[in-house]
């Protein structure tokens, strides 16, 4: 059945927290988006291992995951999934740059979709960012289609920050006219006053030392490029 015929027949698109008998089919989402990703030249974003399993499940333990779902033939489907956390990120600490402010926000962390329809994971971000109103969120240099999500979203570049859950291999000199680095950029939405939203960042390049090559030299392990939103400077931008 094509997604069309499929979209014809669904009823019911709902975003709900998942629970510990999602995980099956939650386990095959990422495992889709795993051969996908590396499918589109970026094989080393999450590997053959990430998300980890103990992850997700503390992240539905702690109801921090959300799903997209809806009803086709009186069965219910997940469409996508994404944890969404709230307080501070670790990762977020430092960045090669700066935030949009230092206000309370959440984080959009390991979307997926099942492909059953598109847009879905821009369905999830739109959903975010209505909810709350400051959101960050980061992502793989070589993931265009995430890059393309987070920007068409109004995502904006903050900076670069650095993963914490990856090995950090020895340091090499880096080449400032490589034509590849090893950047994520991090995303964050600003929207409604006293919301808070979720980012996502954002890499460029598979060189194998991680490095933010393209932007300020400084080997990193894992490095991702930094976005923000702000509400107020959306309506100006496009007022201009």
């Given at each position: 059945?094509?997604?069309?015929n499929?979209?014809?027949?669904?009823?019911?698109?709902?975003?709900?927290?998942?629970?510990?008998?999602?995980?099956?089919?939650?386990?095959?989402?990422?495992?889709?988006?795993?051969?996908?990703?590396?499918?589109?030249?970026?094989?080393?974003q999450?590997?053959?291992?990430?998300?980890?399993e103990?992850?997700?499940?503390?992240?539905?333990?702690?109801?921090?995951t959300?799903?997209l779902?809806?009803?086709?033939?009186?069965?219910?489907?997940i469409?996508a999934?994404?944890?969404?956390?709230?307080?501070?990120?670790?990762?977020?600490?430092?960045?090669?740059?700066?935030?949009?402010?230092?206000?309370?926000?959440?984080?959009?962390h390991?979307?997926?979709?099942?492909?059953?329809?598109?847009?879905?994971?821009?369905?999830?971000i739109?959903?975010?960012?209505?909810?709350?109103?400051?959101?960050?969120?980061?992502?793989?240099p070589?993931?265009?289609?995430?890059?393309?999500?987070?920007?068409?979203?109004?995502?904006?570049?903050?900076g670069?920050?650095?993963?914490?859950?990856?090995p950090?291999?020895?340091?090499?000199?880096?080449s400032?006219t490589?034509?590849?680095?090893?950047?994520?950029?991090?995303?964050?939405f600003?929207?409604?006053?006293?919301?808070?939203?979720?980012?996502?960042?954002?890499?460029?390049?598979?060189?194998?030392?991680r490095?933010?090559?393209?932007?300020?030299?400084?080997?990193?392990?894992?490095?991702?490029?930094?976005?923000?939103?702000?509400?107020?400077?959306?309506?100006?931008?496009?007022?201009?």
């Amino acid at each position: 059945m094509t997604q069309s015929n499929a979209a014809n027949k669904a009823t019911g698109r709902r975003f709900r927290h998942a629970t510990m008998r999602d995980l099956p089919q939650m386990h095959k989402i990422y495992a889709r988006a795993r051969a996908l990703m590396a499918a589109n030249g970026n094989p080393t974003q999450w590997g053959n291992e990430f998300p980890r399993e103990s992850v997700i499940e503390d992240d539905i333990a702690n109801q921090r995951t959300m799903l997209l779902v809806d009803t086709c033939n009186g069965h219910e489907r997940i469409l996508a999934q994404f944890a969404l956390c709230p307080g501070k990120d670790p990762t977020y600490a430092k960045i090669d740059g700066a935030w949009l402010d230092n206000d309370t926000y959440v984080t959009i962390h390991r979307i997926a979709a099942s492909g059953l329809v598109r847009h879905a994971a821009r369905d999830c971000i739109r959903w975010a960012l209505k909810h709350y109103g400051n959101v960050r969120a980061d992502t793989h240099p070589n993931n265009k289609a995430m890059q393309h999500v987070l920007e068409s979203s109004g995502f904006a570049r903050c900076g670069l920050i650095q993963l914490l859950d990856r090995p950090t291999p020895p340091e090499s000199p880096i080449s400032a006219t490589s034509g590849e680095c090893g950047c994520r950029q991090r995303v964050r939405f600003r929207g409604g006053a006293g919301q808070v939203r979720s980012t996502s960042s954002r890499t460029y390049g598979p060189s194998a030392a991680r490095s933010n090559s393209c932007i300020s030299q400084k080997p990193y392990a894992e490095s991702n490029s930094a976005y923000g939103f702000h509400e107020s400077s959306h309506r100006l931008s496009v007022s201009r």
